[in-house]
């Protein structure tokens, strides 16, 4: 299934906006984040799991546990991001 992942503040900066990334059926938040992780070197620094980074899910914050649908849209950001 395809998602939209959309990256801001900081993350913005390292890996751009978005990027369409296609994940296996049932998949969730963390292992799409997983799979980025995996993407690149950039990818691996700005995603680590030591990194403090909020996820959210059609717009409300979720935690890695949710699970994924077609078409979804999760966005990846820094706890505190500028207004």
Known sequence: ????????ASLREGLGTTEAVDMPPGS????????L???SERHAELLARGRA???ALA???????QAL???????????VTGG
């Open 1 to 8: 299934m395809k998602v939209q992942v959309r990256y801001f």
């Open 69 to 79: 649908v077609e078409g979804a849209e999760v966005a990846f950001f820094p706890p």
């Open 59 to 65: 717009q409300k914050l979720c935690d890695e546990s």
């Open 28 to 35: 969730t938040v963390g292992q799409l984040r997983d799979l």
């Open 37 to 39: 992780l995996a993407r």
């Open 53 to 55: 980074v909020r996820c």
